[in-house]
């Protein structure tokens, strides 16, 4: 759930994402979230993308996190993420 000051609360299940204590203090601003079956995607107000959840279903962006930058969209599936930056091209 996305709160009013922008932050996110996730719950249930830490293998299917309820866990995002791992990225909290990144959740801010939050303006979008996306999920997989098992992973969480926020985009954040400075066009930048968080994930968490099972690394097997998108919750680990760690090898393109730089990538993520200046994101308009992310586009889910069942296990994994695609994020459509402002420019038009795909992550």
């Known amino acids: 759930a996305i709160l ?3 932050s996110v609360v ?3 299940h830490p293998d299917y994402g309820g866990d995002s204590s791992a990225v909290h203090d990144q959740l801010r601003n939050v303006l979008k979230v996306a999920a997989t079956a098992r992973a969480f995607a926020a985009i ?3 066009g930048s993308l968080v994930s968490w ?3 097997k279903f998108g919750g680990d962006s760690s090898k393109v996190q730089e990538e993520l930058r200046s994101v308009e969209r992310v586009q889910a599936t069942t296990r994994a993420f695609a994020a459509i930056l402002t420019d038009g091209s795909v992550v």
């Open 10 to 12: 996730a719950w249930g």
């Open 44 to 46: 954040l107000a400075d």
């Open 4 to 6: 009013a000051d922008g």
């Open 53 to 55: 959840g099972d690394r």
